[in-house]
């Protein structure tokens, strides 16, 4: 069975479709899975739908939702471990000829389909397989090793309307991984222990300028009990304004304003949640302190790489930046980040750990 994945860790994916079924319910636990560390996934429920649990024994959860309404869509929620994929692997670094092959996939018997491409608001890509002759709809996703088909039936084979398609993307952004503890004792109080707000202190006041206004936004993200929301902007480019006395007085900031989310397990801080926002944001100084008047952020979906160029404004090497910061940059800007919050605060803390990844060293 063809398995539709998403790992949002809240790793979240933040989809950029905003349409609803219903409102949503609060979060249901469906079941938990056993990779790569035990996991039990949350989701909020539509409201009106009811969850049957087919399968979940700690390898693969599958679950059906179905509606008090006959009329409504069945939702199929399919998620596992698929060991053929290296470790590491997403839907967005496939090449084009695994694409392909991974689009052959979705052909049933003689039934025609068609393909086509999403994103999540942070650049999660998404395979949409819709059946016309049964008014099926199909989302796919890879992250991390995970598979995650989310299957939209209607009763009748009728062709389901946009925003019930938009709805089943809001449900895929809603899903949470949570890591289960199992720690006794000492150990377990010691990870459950509330960590201490996360505070710039840093030099540079446009720089703090910028993180108080990230903490203030938070972009949608909310930390767990006993964690922390840790703002980590990689900043690409630094533009002053000066008054006739040499004084700085404006400031436009480019860059990549990632946000993560951290709870403690044992001496490691361990990413709930993360995403980033590239943008470029406006600053002035008023009595001596900088403030965040104005702000602009990459669209998401087929506009996002449009509205990279937008913020460059022809700088070819800052738009270059924009795309590549992620990956060339922010490991070092995470890390530097968590060096000096541990110090800080003088913690017990010796690494920290994004999901799927080894934990790094905090300790030198």
Known sequence: MKKIISILLSLALLLSCTAVLAEAAEKTNLGTVDVNGEFALNAAIPEGYTMHTINSDHTAILVTFTHEDPTKPLLVLSIGLEDSWPAGTKL???TEEQ??????????????YEISYTETEHGTKLLVAKYPETGIVVFYTLYEGYEIEFTLL???????????????????????FVPVEHQTGDAASAASAALPAYTWNGDDPVWGAVVKYMQETDFGFEA?????LVPTPIVLKTVLVMDKYGEPVEATVYGNFWIFTYTLEGKTLTTQSCGENPGVLKLEKKDGAWTVTGAEFAEDGEGFAESIKKLADGDE?????YFESSDSMLGQYQRAVLVNY?????????AYQNYGLNPVDLTN
């Open 154 to 176: 209607t009763p009748n084979g009728t062709e389901l309307t946009q925003e019930q398609i938009d709805a089943c993307v809001k449900f895929l952004s809603d899903l949470d």
């Open 224 to 228: 767990s009990e006993g964690g922390i």
């Open 342 to 350: 541990v110090a800080e605060n003088m913690l017990d803390i010796t």
């Open 92 to 94: 967005n670094t496939l």
């Open 317 to 321: 090497q800052l738009e270059k930046d």
């Open 99 to 112: 694409l392909a092959e991974k689009e052959k996939t979705f052909q049933y018997d003689d039934e025609a």
